[in-house]
């Protein structure tokens, strides 16, 4: 089951937001992730909101707000994509064999996201740093409302 791009930009939000996180004690602006990881912010603001929402976030406003992640050892790849992307074929059935098939990929798709409940936020920083990646993110003012 591929990540659909909704899915990737929320997991690459939060390693970015923790990458970070663990340089500076500031939180993180919307802005510097738009600029840094040259993002559409009318694609960024949807993916934010719903993380603060989902708690896999937390948002703190004013000039120097911004997003932390709460507790990044304890989020994991696979309970981000469970929330974000169900598990399964669409419910509308595409042809008359969508049973068939549903029953056939589903013992494919709980093996996919029992192996994402292994990695956490924490692990994807950790594996980050050894591999010398370093997106650091320069605090911008932001006087948008």
């Known amino acids: 089951m591929p990540l659909n791009s909704r899915t990737n930009l929320a997991l690459a ?58 507790q990044p050892q304890h989020i994991t790849v696979g309970a981000l994509v469970r929330v974000l992307q169900p598990p399964g074929l669409p419910d509308q059935p595409l042809s008359p064999f969508q049973p068939v098939l549903a029953q056939a990929l589903q013992p494919a798709f709980s093996a996919m996201l029992s192996a994402l409940d292994t990695i956490t936020i924490a692990d994807l920083v950790a594996r980050a740093r050894a591999a010398a990646i370093s997106p650091v993110l320069e605090p911008l003012l932001d006087f948008a409302i």
């Open 13 to 70: 939000t939060l390693l970015a937001v923790a990458f970070h996180q663990g340089q500076s004690a500031r939180p993180v602006g919307a802005v510097a992730l738009v600029k840094r990881y040259n993002l559409s912010r009318r694609a960024l603001e949807p993916v934010l909101q719903q993380l603060v929402r989902l708690n896999f976030l937390h948002s703190v406003r004013g000039a120097a707000g911004g997003y932390s992640v709460p």
